[in-house]
C-alpha cells in the first residue's frame, strides 16, 4: 500500500470523527433545549416566582442568544402575564397572548399521519380541560403531627429507581389543579355528575385478564354469569271486567225388570246446565251479568207419542246496575230478571202444547237497594262466602204469552189476553258457599207480592266434586204461586227435584 493511499484513508477518518463530534454536541444541545420548554413542571414552578424570569441552561459549544425583551403595550391590558426568556424567541414571533406563531409549512402532511393526541407535546393533566372531580382535600391530610424519621429509611433502592419521582410529580398536579378550583371556581365548566358513564376499575381489570395465559386452564365447558338476569317489563293493567262460568253435564240412569215385586219404570236422563257472569266495577260504578241455561231430556217409555220428554227447560237472563251508596257494601241499584224456555213442552199422551218459547215470559224490575259481601274464611283454606241481596220497594212483574196454543190461565192471565202486569215489591238474594274447595251450596231467592199475590222461587243446588272434572249434583227448586189454578195435591206450591252424576269444568 502506498502512502498516499494511507494519507487519504487517515485525512477521511479525521473528518468523519470531526462530522460525528460536532453532531453529538449539536444533538445534545438540542435534547437539552428540548427538555427546557417542554418541562412544564418547571416552568410552573419559576413562573410562579414573578422575580425570578425562567432561565434556559446554554450549551458550551453554541453561544447564547441575547434575552428578548417583549413590549408590554403588545400584550392585553386584561392580563399581566410575565413571558419567560426562551431561546425560540429569536427564531420565531410571538402572538399577542404569548404563545409562539410557527410557520405553516414546519410540518408536511404526511408527516403528521398517524399521531394522536398522545402523541403531542400537549399531553399532560396540566393542559387538559378542567373538570371538576370533588377532590378538594388533599391527599397527605392528617391531624397527627409529623414524624421526624426520614421517609427512605432503610430502602435498599434508590428512589430514583422507583416510582417515587412519577408519584411526586402526579401529586403536584393534582395540588394544581386543585388550587384552581379554589381560586376559579367559575371557570370550571364542567363536572363528572354531568356525564352519563365513567371508566370503571372493573372494566380495566376485565382487559387485563384478557392477557392471562392461565385462564382457559381455569375455565369451565359451561360459564355463568353472575349477573342479575334481564327481565322484560310487562305493564299490568287493571281489568274491570271479571268473567266466569260453570258448565256441567250430568246423567242418571234406572232399570226395573218388569216382574219387579212393586213395580217401575226404567228411564235414563241427561242434565245440561251452564252459567255465564261477566261482572263490572269501576270506581263506584257496579254492572253485573248472569246468563243461565238449564236443560234436562229423559226417557218416557210410557208415552206412546214420543220417545223422550222435557223436564227442565230454563233460559234465564239476571242483570243489575248500581252506585256505591254508604256503609262500604250498600248501594242504589236497579235489576232485570228476564226468564223463559227454547223448546216444547208436552203432557205425557198428549199433543197439547204446555209451554213453548216466550210462552210464557217473565220479566220482572226494580229499584232499591242492594247489598254484598264477599268474605274468605281466615281459618280453612278455601271456605267463602258469596252474598248479594237486593231489595226493591218499586217493581214490576210482566207475564207474557207469545203463542195461541197455549192456555194463558195455566199462568194466571185472563182468558182473551196474553199479557199481565203487576206493580208492588221484590225480594231477590243469592248465595254462593264455597265448603271446601271441593262442595259448593249455590241458593238463589226470590219473593215478589203485588199485596194481593204473592210469586216466589227458592232453588238450591249442592255441586261435591270427586276430582277436577267429575262431580255429583243435587238441585231443589220450589216454586210458590198463587196466580195460578191450586193443585188438588199440593195446592199453589210447585216441586222440582234431581240427583245426577257426571262431568263438571268451572273457570
Same mark, same amino acid.
Given at each position: 500500500?502506498?502512502?498516499?493511499?494511507?494519507? =487519504?484513508?487517515?485525512?477521511?477518518?479525521?473528518?468523519?470523527?470531526?462530522?460525528?463530534?460536532?453532531?453529538?454536541? $449539536?444533538?445534545?444541545?438540542?435534547?437539552?433545549?428540548?427538555?427546557?420548554?417542554?418541562?412544564?413542571?418547571?416552568?410552573?414552578? %419559576?413562573?410562579?416566582?414573578?422575580?425570578?424570569?425562567? %432561565?434556559?441552561?446554554?450549551?458550551?459549544?453554541?453561544?447564547?442568544?441575547?434575552?428578548?425583551?417583549?413590549?408590554?403595550?403588545?400584550?392585553?391590558?386584561?392580563?399581566?402575564?410575565?413571558?419567560?426568556?426562551?431561546?425560540?424567541?429569536?427564531?420565531?414571533?410571538?402572538?399577542?397572548?404569548?404563545?409562539?406563531?410557527?410557520?405553516?409549512?414546519?410540518?408536511?402532511?404526511?408527516?403528521?399521519? /398517524?399521531?394522536?393526541?398522545?402523541?403531542?407535546?400537549?399531553?399532560?393533566?396540566?393542559?387538559?380541560?378542567?373538570? &371538576?372531580?370533588?377532590?378538594?382535600?388533599?391527599?397527605?391530610?392528617?391531624?397527627?403531627?409529623?414524624?421526624? *424519621?426520614?421517609?427512605?429509611?432503610?430502602?435498599?433502592?434508590?428512589?430514583?429507581?422507583?416510582?417515587?419521582? *412519577?408519584?411526586?410529580?402526579?401529586?403536584?398536579?393534582?395540588?394544581?389543579?386543585?388550587?384552581?378550583?379554589?381560586?376559579?371556581?367559575?371557570?370550571?365548566?364542567?363536572?363528572?355528575?354531568?356525564?352519563?358513564?365513567?371508566?370503571?376499575?372493573?372494566?380495566?381489570?376485565?382487559?387485563?385478564?384478557?392477557?392471562?395465559?392461565?385462564?382457559?386452564?381455569?375455565?369451565?365447558?359451561?360459564?355463568?354469569?353472575?349477573?342479575?338476569?334481564?327481565?322484560?317489563?310487562?305493564?299490568?293493567?287493571?281489568?274491570?271486567?271479571?268473567?266466569?262460568?260453570?258448565?256441567?253435564? $250430568?246423567?242418571?240412569?234406572?232399570?226395573?225388570?218388569?216382574?219387579?215385586?212393586?213395580?217401575?219404570?226404567?228411564?235414563?236422563?241427561?242434565?245440561?246446565?251452564?252459567?255465564?257472569?261477566?261482572?263490572?266495577?269501576?270506581? =263506584?260504578?257496579?254492572?253485573?251479568?248472569?246468563?243461565?241455561?238449564?236443560?234436562?231430556? &229423559?226417557?218416557?217409555?210410557? *208415552?206412546?207419542?214420543?220417545?223422550?220428554?222435557?223436564?227442565?227447560?230454563?233460559?234465564?237472563?239476571?242483570?243489575?246496575?248500581?252506585?256505591?251508596?254508604?256503609?262500604?257494601?250498600?248501594?242504589?241499584?236497579?235489576?232485570?230478571?228476564?226468564?223463559? $224456555?227454547?223448546?216444547?213442552?208436552?203432557?205425557?199422551?198428549?199433543?197439547?202444547?204446555?209451554?213453548?218459547?216466550?210462552?210464557?215470559?217473565?220479566?220482572? /224490575?226494580?229499584?232499591?237497594?242492594?247489598?254484598?259481601?264477599?268474605?274468605?274464611?281466615?281459618?280453612?283454606?278455601?271456605?267463602?262466602?258469596?252474598?248479594?241481596?237486593?231489595?226493591?220497594?218499586?217493581?214490576?212483574?210482566?207475564?207474557?204469552?207469545?203463542?195461541?196454543?197455549?192456555?194463558?190461565?195455566?199462568?194466571?192471565?185472563?182468558?182473551?189476553?196474553?199479557?199481565?202486569?203487576?206493580?208492588?215489591?221484590?225480594?231477590?238474594?243469592?248465595?254462593?258457599?264455597?265448603?271446601?274447595?271441593?262442595?259448593?251450596?249455590?241458593?238463589?231467592?226470590?219473593? &215478589?207480592?203485588?199485596?194481593?199475590?204473592?210469586?216466589?222461587?227458592?232453588?238450591?243446588?249442592?255441586?261435591?266434586?270427586?276430582?277436577?272434572?267429575?262431580?255429583?249434583?243435587?238441585?231443589?227448586?220450589?216454586?210458590?204461586?198463587?196466580?195460578?189454578?191450586?193443585?188438588?195435591?199440593?195446592?199453589?206450591?210447585?216441586?222440582?227435584?234431581?240427583?245426577?252424576?257426571?262431568?263438571?269444568?268451572?273457570?
Amino acid at each position: 500500500m502506498s502512502n498516499n493511499t494511507i494519507m =487519504k484513508q487517515i485525512g477521511l477518518f479525521l473528518i468523519f470523527f470531526l462530522v460525528s463530534f460536532l453532531s453529538s454536541a $449539536q444533538t445534545a444541545d438540542s435534547l437539552q433545549l428540548f427538555e427546557n420548554i417542554t418541562d412544564i413542571e418547571k416552568l410552573i414552578q %419559576q413562573g410562579s416566582n414573578q422575580n425570578e424570569p425562567i %432561565q434556559v441552561a446554554p450549551s458550551d459549544t453554541q453561544p447564547q442568544p441575547p434575552p428578548i425583551s417583549v413590549r408590554r403595550d403588545t400584550m392585553p391590558k386584561q392580563t399581566s402575564i410575565q413571558l419567560p426568556r426562551n431561546p425560540l424567541d429569536s427564531l420565531y414571533r410571538r402572538k399577542p397572548n404569548g404563545t409562539l406563531q410557527l410557520p405553516d409549512n414546519l410540518y408536511g402532511r404526511s408527516s403528521l399521519s /398517524g399521531l394522536t393526541f398522545r402523541d403531542t407535546i400537549f399531553y399532560n393533566p396540566l393542559f387538559l380541560p378542567m373538570i &371538576f372531580t370533588g377532590n378538594i382535600l388533599p391527599t397527605d391530610l392528617s391531624f397527627y403531627p409529623p414524624k421526624n *424519621d426520614t421517609i427512605y429509611r432503610g430502602s435498599l433502592i434508590s428512589p430514583d429507581r422507583t416510582f417515587a419521582p *412519577d408519584l411526586i410529580h402526579n401529586e403536584f398536579v393534582k395540588n394544581t389543579r386543585r388550587d384552581f378550583y379554589r381560586n376559579y371556581p367559575d371557570r370550571v365548566e364542567f363536572s363528572v355528575l354531568q356525564f352519563d358513564s365513567l371508566p370503571s376499575i372493573a372494566q380495566e381489570k376485565e382487559i387485563i385478564e384478557d392477557f392471562n395465559p392461565f385462564k382457559e386452564l381455569l375455565s369451565t365447558e359451561t360459564s355463568f354469569s353472575l349477573d342479575a338476569p334481564q327481565i322484560d317489563k310487562t305493564e299490568i293493567r287493571r281489568r274491570y271486567w271479571i268473567t266466569n262460568g260453570e258448565h256441567s253435564f $250430568q246423567l242418571s240412569q234406572s232399570y226395573f225388570s218388569p216382574n219387579w215385586h212393586k213395580g217401575g219404570t226404567s228411564n235414563f236422563t241427561f242434565v245440561n246446565n251452564h252459567v255465564v257472569r261477566m261482572n263490572y266495577h269501576k270506581n =263506584k260504578v257496579r254492572f253485573n251479568n248472569t246468563l243461565e241455561w238449564r236443560l234436562s231430556l &229423559f226417557t218416557a217409555p210410557d *208415552d206412546t207419542l214420543r220417545k223422550y220428554r222435557i223436564g227442565d227447560d230454563l233460559i234465564r237472563y239476571y242483570g243489575d246496575f248500581g252506585i256505591d251508596a254508604f256503609l262500604k257494601r250498600w248501594s242504589y241499584s236497579t235489576n232485570l230478571d228476564v226468564r223463559s $224456555q227454547l223448546f216444547n213442552n208436552y203432557p205425557t199422551n198428549s199433543t197439547e202444547l204446555r209451554s213453548t218459547f216466550l210462552a210464557p215470559l217473565y220479566v220482572n /224490575g226494580g229499584i232499591g237497594l242492594k247489598y254484598n259481601l264477599d268474605k274468605r274464611s281466615e281459618k280453612v283454606r278455601h271456605r267463602r262466602t258469596r252474598f248479594d241481596l237486593h231489595l226493591a220497594p218499586v217493581s214490576f212483574n210482566f207475564r207474557y204469552i207469545g203463542n195461541r196454543n197455549v192456555d194463558v190461565a195455566r199462568y194466571g192471565i185472563e182468558e182473551g189476553k196474553n199479557s199481565k202486569i203487576d206493580l208492588g215489591s221484590t225480594i231477590t238474594a243469592n248465595l254462593i258457599y264455597d265448603f271446601n274447595r271441593y262442595i259448593t251450596w249455590n241458593s238463589r231467592l226470590k219473593y &215478589f207480592t203485588s199485596y194481593d199475590k204473592v210469586e216466589a222461587e227458592f232453588e238450591n243446588t249442592l255441586n261435591m266434586a270427586l276430582t277436577n272434572a267429575f262431580s255429583t249434583r243435587f238441585f231443589l227448586n220450589l216454586r210458590y204461586d198463587d196466580s195460578v189454578p191450586p193443585d188438588p195435591k199440593f195446592n199453589y206450591l210447585q216441586i222440582t227435584q234431581l240427583l245426577s252424576f257426571g262431568l263438571n269444568y268451572k273457570w
